[in-house]
């Protein structure tokens, strides 16, 4: 069974469970986004804060030159506090709070991607207190299936997401009349984790449709905004640690019908940190049932939570050990029968004390982490520090 690798003799001193995040592998795939993106000249990646807010990644991620996208004001102030520069912040969310609005006005950040009127007219009102004029792209829904987990699948009609493609007209008549507003671009994000290459062709296409229909009501915008969702493989995260950026911009560059001087944007963010983390637990027992083996892992669904809350596979290897491979269901120590990370999973035999990977958990791992059970958050170790 091919294993990742992993410094396990250094692993040995470390309370578990504990993130492990390949700084190495990390910065190639920020290599392979810049290699891609400088290819076309005018595509910006703004990387995706939710994914993954750890300071030393999110300082990496700002020291190759990504902008950040921001879901909140405090995504907004530890984008900034690790060196994202303001004017490349965009700001996305449902239901930014009026303090949150003023932060991105105070800090001048590049964009507020407003996804209602009732949003749009509150930064309007609150710019207009400040004697400013703020930058808007409108989220659009553009109503092209992801095909993807229906809790992660954002781009469809009726979503809490976005502006409904029949609302639109009218959304962009108030906003000729606002004074404190300035439309400098429209967005769109349909879901993550998308593998399928056709729905991103939907999603350009789509998007075509749309600027043909805000050339006829005569707005012209800068900038287009795509969304993140690129997908990673969770089966193979040995053969295939970077995902195929090249495959995912050449869709956007080769579909997108650009008007002059547009610059077109990204917001990727499981596909810029997923493969580079890692949580690192131990065997606690492993417990002999009538029909089934345990084992029993002291992480649980509080240090990763995709198994319980998405069904989500992550491929999980047994490092200690190279015995002939048995079936276990491989549990946490959470009381509530979800916390549960793999059934049936091919394990090279487990003993107590083995440490055990869960691969690909660098996106939405450590982020997401809960201290339900009073348990205590893991620690972080890196590759280059360890
Ligand atoms: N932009 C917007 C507006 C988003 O809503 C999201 C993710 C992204 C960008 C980044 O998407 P990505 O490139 O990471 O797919 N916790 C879930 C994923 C939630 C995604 C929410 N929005 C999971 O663990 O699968």
């Known amino acids: 069974m091919l294993k990742g690798t992993f410094p396990i003799e250094k692993f040995k001193s470390l309370e578990t469970p504990f993130y492990y995040y390949d700084m190495d592998l990390l910065q190639k795939t920020l290599d392979a986004i810049k290699d891609e993106t400088g290819k076309y000249g005018c595509f910006h990646v ?6 993954n807010a750890n300071p030393r990644i999110l300082s990496l991620i700002a020291s190759n030159g990504l ?23 965009v ?19 590049f964009c507020f991607n407003v996804e209602s009127l009732a949003e749009l007219r509150v930064i309007n009102e609150l710019a207009g207190r400040k004697n400013m004029k703020a930058d808007v792209a409108l989220r659009i829904n553009p109503e092209v299936d992801a095909h993807t987990h229906a809790k992660i699948t954002t781009g469809m009609k009726e979503n809490k997401f976005g502006i409904n493609l029949g609302l639109l007209g009218g959304v962009l008549d108030e906003l000729a009349g606002m004074q404190h507003v300035r439309l400098i671009g429209i967005h769109c994000h349909i879901g993550s984790q998308i593998t399928d290459m056709s729905a991103f062709r939907n999603l350009a296409i789509r998007i075509n449709e749309i600027q043909d229909e805000l050339d006829k009501r005569g707005f012209h915008v800068e900038n287009l905004n795509m969304g993140g969702g690129l997908g990673i493989d969770y089966y193979h995260p040995n053969h295939l640690p970077i995902p195929s ?36 637990s131990r065997v606690l027992y492993v417990k002999e049932g009538e029909v089934k083996k345990f084992v029993i892992l002291d992480a649980g669904f509080t240090d990763l939570i995709r198994p319980a809350m998405y069904d989500a596979y992550h491929r999980i290897e047994n490092l200690s050990s190279d015995e002939d491979v048995e079936l276990y269901d491989v549990v946490g120590p959470i009381c509530e029968s979800s916390d549960v990370f793999g059934k049936d999973v091919e394990l090279n035999k487990a003993h107590r004390g083995d440490f055990i990977a869960l691969r690909s958990a660098g996106a939405y791992g450590e982020i997401m982490a809960s201290q339900y059970n009073c348990r205590k958050l893991p620690k972080a170790y890196y590759s280059d520090q360890i």
């Open 67 to 89: 902008g950040a996208d921001c879901v909140s004001g405090g995504e907004i102030q530890a984008a900034l506090k690790a060196g994202f520069p303001a004017d490349k912040i």
């Open 91 to 109: 700001f996305a969310g449902v239901g930014k709070a009026d303090w949150e609005i003023n932060l991105g006005l105070e800090e001048n950040i």
């Open 46 to 51: 703004h990387y995706a804060v939710k994914a």
């Open 245 to 280: 950026f090249d495959n995912y911009f050449a869709v956007f560059s080769s579909l997108l019908k650009l008007r002059e001087g547009q610059q077109v944007h990204f917001e990727p963010g499981r596909s810029v940190v997923a493969q580079c983390g890692t949580l690192i």
